[in-house]
C-alpha cells in the first residue's frame, strides 16, 4: 500500500451495485436544536413523512405477511466504550456511533462539475504540535484502500497520548514522516540523496521535528517505528537498553530482496540518528551506525494486499517486545473480518480523540446521520454510497428528496 501525500481516490471495482438513498434525519437523533426544528419547511417535513411511509412498505413487503413491519433502527444507547461533553450534550462512542463516523469522515462529495471535498481539514490533533488531517487521508480507511501515512502518524501521536504505562513508561511509537519523507529522498537506501548530493540529516525536515517528543525518544526502553517503502508498511521493534533493533513485517519473514536490505541499513541508520538527535546515544558508534542490524520477527500476518498499514497500527498497541523470544512472535492471527473492523474504529478513534479540536463537529455531523442499520454490509467495498446517499438535516432543507434503488439490496440493508 502507498504512503501518498497527493490527492486521493477511492478505489471501486467496476461493475459493482450502487445504490442512492437520499436517508435524511427527521429526528435528528439528539444532534439537532430548536432553532432548527422551526426552520423545518411543511415541505421538507412532508417529504420525510412520504419517505418513511415508503420504507415501511419496503419492510412489509421484505416480511412476508408479518403483522407488524419492523420499524427503522434507530440509534440506541447501546454499549458505549465512551462518554464525553460536548456543547450539545453527553454523547457515547456507540458501535452505532463508530459506524456513523466511519461513514461520515471516510466518504468524498463530488459536485456537478466533478469537484471533491478532499481536500477539506477534517481533523487537528494537538500534541507538540498541530497535525491535520484532511478528508482524503481518513478516506483511505475505505475498505480495500491504501492507508495514507498521516493516518499512520496520527494513531502514533494519539498512542503516546494515552495514560497507560505501556506507552508513558515503557513504548514509544515514532510517528513516520521523518523516515517517509528520509525514504523518499534516499531512494533504494542511498545514504547520499542524489537530489541534495547529502547524507541524512533530521535538521533537513524541520515541518516534522515538532511531533517527535524528543523526552519519550531517550526514555523509553522501547521505540516501534512504522515504516513504508515501495507501497509497503513493516513495524520497527527498537531496544535502546541493548541497541538492538527487530522487524515485523506482515509480509514477509525474511529481507525480500537484497534491495530491502540496503533499505533497512539506511533505516537504522535514520532512528540512530534522531535518538542521537533527541540527546540519547547513536545505535552503533561510527561507521557502524550506517551497518545497524535488524533481524525479521517470524509472526503471522495480512492476508491481503492492502491491509499491512492496519496490522502496524495494530501491533504497535499490543505487541509485549519482551515476549519475542529466539526471533519468534506467537499470537492467533485476526479473521479477515476483524481485520477490516479495524478501519472503522480507528477512523472513529482519531476523530473522536481528545486531542482533536474539531471533535465536536465530527460528533454533531455523525450522530445527525440517520442510516436504517448502519452494519457490516454497509463498510463493504461492494456497497457504493454516493453523497446523495448520506444527507445531514441541514442538507435535507436545500435538496430534494430522491430514492432509487435496487429493491432486493436495500431490504438487505435495512433488516441484516
Same mark, same amino acid.
Given at each position: 500500500?502507498?504512503?501518498?501525500?497527493?490527492?486521493?481516490?477511492?478505489?471501486t471495482?467496476?461493475?459493482?451495485? +450502487?445504490?442512492?438513498?437520499?436517508l435524511?434525519?427527521?429526528?435528528?437523533e439528539g444532534?439537532s436544536?430548536?432553532e432548527?426544528?422551526?426552520?423545518?419547511?411543511p415541505?421538507?417535513?412532508?417529504?420525510?413523512e412520504?419517505?418513511?411511509?415508503?420504507?415501511?412498505?419496503?419492510?412489509?413487503?421484505?416480511?412476508?405477511?408479518?403483522?407488524?413491519s &419492523?420499524?427503522?433502527?434507530?440509534?440506541?444507547?447501546?454499549?458505549?466504550s465512551?462518554k464525553?461533553e460536548t456543547?450539545?450534550?453527553?454523547?457515547?462512542?456507540?458501535?452505532?456511533m463508530?459506524?456513523?463516523?466511519? *461513514?461520515w469522515?471516510t466518504?468524498?462529495?463530488?459536485?456537478?462539475?466533478?469537484?471533491?471535498?478532499?481536500?477539506?481539514e477534517?481533523?487537528t490533533?494537538i500534541?507538540?504540535?498541530?497535525?491535520?488531517?484532511m478528508?482524503?487521508?481518513?478516506?483511505?480507511?475505505?475498505?480495500?484502500?491504501?492507508?495514507?501515512?498521516?493516518i499512520?502518524?496520527?494513531?502514533?501521536?494519539i498512542?503516546?497520548?494515552?495514560?497507560?504505562?505501556?506507552?508513558?513508561?515503557?513504548?514509544y511509537?515514532?510517528?513516520p514522516?521523518?523516515?517517509c519523507?528520509?525514504?523518499?529522498?534516499?531512494?533504494?537506501?542511498?545514504?547520499?540523496?542524489?537530489?541534495?548530493k547529502?547524507?541524512?540529516?533530521?535538521?533537513?525536515?524541520?515541518s516534522?521535528?515538532?511531533f517527535?517528543?524528543?523526552?519519550?525518544?531517550?526514555?523509553?526502553?522501547?521505540i516501534?517505528?512504522?515504516?513504508?517503502?515501495?507501497g509497503?508498511?513493516w513495524?520497527?521493534?527498537?531496544?535502546?537498553?541493548?541497541?538492538?533493533?527487530?522487524?515485523?513485517?506482515?509480509?514477509h519473514? *525474511?529481507a &525480500?530482496?537484497d534491495?530491502?536490505?540496503?533499505?533497512?541499513k539506511?533505516?537504522?541508520?535514520?532512528?540512530?540518528?534522531?535518538?542521537?538527535?533527541?540527546?540519547?546515544?547513536?545505535?552503533?558508534?561510527?561507521?557502524?551506525?550506517?551497518?545497524?542490524?535488524?533481524?525479521?520477527v517470524?509472526?503471522?500476518?495480512?492476508k491481503? +494486499?492492502?491491509?499491512?498499514?492496519?496490522?502496524?497500527m495494530?501491533?504497535?498497541?499490543?505487541?509485549? &517486545?519482551?515476549?519475542?523470544?529466539?526471533g519468534?512472535?506467537?499470537?492467533?492471527?485476526?479473521?479477515?473480518?476483524?481485520?477490516?473492523?479495524?478501519?472503522?474504529?480507528?477512523?472513529?478513534? *482519531?476523530?473522536?480523540?481528545?486531542?482533536?479540536?474539531?471533535?465536536?463537529?465530527?460528533?454533531?455531523?455523525? +450522530?445527525?446521520i440517520?442510516?436504517?442499520?448502519?452494519?457490516?454490509?454497509l463498510?463493504?467495498?461492494?456497497?457504493?454510497?454516493?453523497?446523495?446517499?448520506?444527507?445531514?438535516?441541514?442538507?435535507?432543507?436545500?435538496?430534494?428528496?430522491s430514492?432509487?434503488l435496487?429493491? &432486493?439490496?436495500?431490504?438487505?440493508?435495512?433488516?441484516?
Amino acid at each position: 500500500m502507498m504512503a501518498r501525500t497527493a490527492s486521493y481516490v477511492p478505489k471501486t471495482d467496476p461493475g459493482v451495485p +450502487s445504490f442512492s438513498l437520499g436517508l435524511t434525519d427527521s429526528s435528528q437523533e439528539g444532534a439537532s436544536t430548536q432553532e432548527t426544528e422551526m426552520e423545518k419547511s411543511p415541505e421538507a417535513a412532508n417529504l420525510i413523512e412520504q419517505l418513511d411511509s415508503l420504507v415501511q412498505r419496503i419492510a412489509s413487503s421484505a416480511t412476508k405477511g408479518k403483522n407488524t413491519s &419492523p420499524q427503522i433502527q434507530r440509534e440506541t444507547g447501546g454499549e458505549s466504550s465512551a462518554k464525553f461533553e460536548t456543547p450539545r450534550g453527553l454523547y457515547q462512542i456507540t458501535d452505532d456511533m463508530k459506524q456513523k463516523c466511519y *461513514i461520515w469522515g471516510t466518504r468524498l462529495k463530488e459536485d456537478a462539475d466533478g469537484n471533491t471535498n478532499e481536500y477539506e481539514e477534517m481533523c487537528t490533533l494537538i500534541g507538540q504540535g498541530e497535525y491535520i488531517l484532511m478528508r482524503m487521508h481518513l478516506a483511505s480507511l475505505q475498505a480495500k484502500s491504501d492507508i495514507e501515512s498521516q493516518i499512520v502518524s496520527a494513531v502514533c501521536l494519539i498512542l503516546n497520548n494515552k495514560n497507560e504505562k505501556r506507552f508513558q513508561e515503557q513504548i514509544y511509537c515514532l510517528p513516520p514522516d521523518i523516515v517517509c519523507m528520509a525514504l523518499s529522498d534516499h531512494p533504494n537506501g542511498e545514504f547520499v540523496s542524489p537530489k541534495t548530493k547529502k547524507e541524512f540529516r533530521v535538521e533537513a525536515y524541520p515541518s516534522f521535528i515538532p511531533f517527535i517528543d524528543r523526552k519519550k525518544l531517550t526514555s523509553h526502553p522501547y521505540i516501534f517505528a512504522p515504516v513504508c517503502y515501495a507501497g509497503h508498511w513493516w513495524l520497527w521493534l527498537i531496544n535502546t537498553r541493548k541497541r538492538k533493533c527487530q522487524i515485523l513485517d506482515p509480509l514477509h519473514k *525474511i529481507a &525480500p530482496t537484497d534491495e530491502r536490505k540496503t533499505i533497512n541499513k539506511f533505516t537504522g541508520y535514520v532512528f540512530s540518528r534522531l535518538i542521537t538527535y533527541a540527546g540519547g546515544k547513536p545505535l552503533q558508534k561510527g561507521e557502524r551506525e550506517k551497518e545497524i542490524k535488524s533481524p525479521y520477527v517470524k509472526i503471522s500476518g495480512q492476508k491481503t +494486499s492492502y491491509d499491512c498499514a492496519v496490522y502496524v497500527m495494530k501491533w504497535m498497541e499490543i505487541i509485549e &517486545p519482551e515476549n519475542i523470544k529466539k526471533g519468534k512472535y506467537q499470537w492467533d492471527n485476526w479473521p479477515q473480518e476483524e481485520v477490516d473492523h479495524y478501519r472503522v474504529e480507528y477512523a472513529s478513534r *482519531i476523530l473522536f480523540s481528545e486531542m482533536n479540536t474539531q471533535r465536536d463537529q465530527a460528533i454533531r455531523e455523525s +450522530s445527525a446521520i440517520r442510516l436504517s442499520k448502519p452494519s457490516s454490509i454497509l463498510l463493504s467495498p461492494f456497497c457504493q454510497i454516493n453523497s446523495t446517499d448520506i444527507e445531514t438535516p441541514f442538507d435535507s432543507l436545500s435538496s430534494s428528496l430522491s430514492l432509487s434503488l435496487n429493491l &432486493p439490496s436495500y431490504s438487505m440493508i435495512l433488516f441484516y
